[in-house]
């Protein structure tokens, strides 16, 4: 028992750390919020020991004798309870003030700021980077790139159900709402990758609708952005030829665009860089040639209840659009 | 007075109606690829009006009908794909209206399910490419529920947006309707 114990305590510390934790923050917000939580967590600690000792001292003392005794504890009394009421009063103003600064930096302003508008779907995550100039908006879904330092805002809205977005290591939640333009506004102060998840139950596959923000500094992030700016590359071999085909002929092109071919739906993720992104279906598989075959052959299986359907592939049709897919960078 | 052993008897069959409740519709949300093709084998009259469904569907037991999962898969279709810039919210605009009961090819699905699947004269385009034959079979469950000939107790998800028309499963039965339209 004695030697379990440190073992038991450095894996409940494991959970503190790692890419999805509140307690790792990667920014100033999320900084803000941690330190709200260990003074919250303190304070509270130490007001339930206190309460806890008062008690156990009630329970413990011996009852007042005399007359002359009882007067005393009466006085006593009153000089506690008035002494735990002022002591409240204090700390509920307290926490209430720290709160109040530590939250203030979500709603913050900033003129330089970047704007990113993201809409929850069943169960995906459409990015939107938002431009002044028409041609040069990029749409992409599930992985969202920001650049080191630079305030971002995120501007939340929804297509089907309340869905909530969630960045631990960035901010706290804020929920998307169909209808309603939500925003929050964060910053991170060193470079990373942090996964994020859906923190309002939105269905079946709730569990399953994570998102990835990648943090990296300012000039990485604009060859990232002029990257995906550019039209899907080109099939290089006659496999990859063959799958473009079975992309525009297909279902596929139904719901999906890949710009620069005929495909040019809009109801599913865009696919024109789909290669380029860590992971497919919302977290689901890392990307591989091998993971789009899966996911094209019997999505139902991988994700069950999405709303990709199984189209009927031949099995030479499934090889060469998972090629071309992975060519997709 | 009530005896003791009528009391029990009582509380028992409030118990198992209450049990009842507790069922929960199951959602099918992947079919055998073998069941998949079968849904595409409709025997239809030659002049593609009518005829007989998939022995498959029978046997599942109607869902894209009946199941209020498969019927909202078919209402998300219907804005999904565009059904609304013609039929509008089934009252009609360029396309026929919906949400009444005088079909130009009748109430028969299968009819329903050759003009999306196939198209039709006059406008109605094919969705054979753009479409599963399991997607084309929910759409045609959920246009069938928003006319008037049958009604079932299923109902796909209410709207979050503005109503323009009647929830689905409170369409006016066919009684209230004016008689049909005469041909020109």
Not at chain 1, 217 to 231: C, H, T, V
Not at chain 2, 75 to 89: E, G, I, P, T, V
Request: aromatic share 8%.
């Amino acid at each position: 028992m004695r030697r379990a114990l440190p073992v038991l305590i450095a894996l409940l510390l494991a959970g503190c750390g790692g890419w999805q934790s509140a307690n790792d923050p990667g920014g100033p917000v999320a900084r803000d919020l941690q330190g709200l939580f260990w003074l919250f967590t303190i304070t509270c600690g130490l007001v339930w020991i206190a309460v806890m000792g008062v008690l156990a001292a009630a329970l413990l003392r011996r009852p007042p004798g005399t007359k002359e005794e009882r007067e005393r504890a009466d006085r006593r009394s009153v000089q506690v309870v008035g002494g735990a009421v002022a002591g409240t009063v204090l700390i509920v103003a307290g926490l209430t003030l720290a709160s109040y600064f530590a939250t203030r930096s979500i709603a913050s302003d900033n003129p330089h700021e970047l704007v990113i508008r993201l809409r929850g779907y069943q169960w995906w995550w459409e990015v939107t980077y938002a431009d002044e100039r028409p041609d040069r908006v990029i749409r992409t879904a599930n992985e969202i790139h920001i650049p080191v330092g630079r305030p971002v805002r995120f501007e939340l809205g929804s297509v089907d159900v309340i869905h909530s977005f969630w960045v631990p290591n960035l901010s706290g939640k804020q929920d998307m709402i169909p209808g309603r333009n939500n925003s929050i506004v964060l910053t991170a102060d060193r470079p990373g990758s942090w996964r994020g998840q859906c923190a309002e139950f939105c269905g079946l596959q709730h569990a399953h609708m994570a998102l990835h923000v990648v943090a990296e500094p300012e000039e990485d992030f604009e060859r990232w952005r002029s990257a995906q700016l550019a039209e899907a590359s080109a099939p290089a071999t006659e496999e990859e030829e063959a799958g473009k085909r079975v992309l525009e002929g297909k279902a596929c092109a139904a719901c999906h665009t890949v710009r620069g071919t005929e495909a040019a739906g809009t109801l599913g993720p865009d696919l024109t860089h789909v290669a380029g992104r860590r992971y497919l279906a919302a977290g689901m598989l890392p990307t591989t040639r091998g993971a789009f075959a899966a996911w094209i052959a019997d999505p139902q299986s991988v994700k069950p209840g999405n709303n990709m359907p199984m189209v009927p592939l031949s099995a030479d049709e499934l090889q060469s659009v998972s090629a071309y897919l992975a060519r997709l960078r | 007075m009530m005896g003791s052993r009528a009391m029990a008897w009582r509380g028992a069959t409030i118990a198992l109606l209450l049990l009842a409740g507790c069922k929960r519709e199951e959602h099918q949300t992947r079919l055998d690829p073998p069941v998949a093709e079968a849904l595409d084998a409709v025997a239809a009259m030659p002049n593609g009006i009518s005829g007989r469904p998939p022995r498959a569907i029978a046997v599942m037991g109607e869902p894209y009908r009946s199941n209020a999962y498969q019927l909202s898969q078919g209402k998300r279709l219907y804005a999904w794909f565009n059904c609304q810039s013609c039929h509008a919210d089934g009252g009609g605009a360029s396309g026929p209206a919906l949400m009444d009961g005088w079909w130009r090819y009748g109430p028969d699905p299968v009819s329903v399910f050759i003009s999306i699947r196939d198209g039709r004269p006059n406008g109605m385009p094919s969705f054979r490419d753009a479409l599963t034959t399991e997607q084309i079979w929910q759409l045609t469950g959920y246009v069938q529920s928003l006319g008037a000939t049958s009604s079932t107790a299923a109902s796909p998800n209410r709207n979050d947006a503005m109503q323009t028309r009647p929830a689905e499963n409170q369409v006016p039965s066919m009684a209230t309707l004016p008689s049909p339209p005469t041909a020109r």
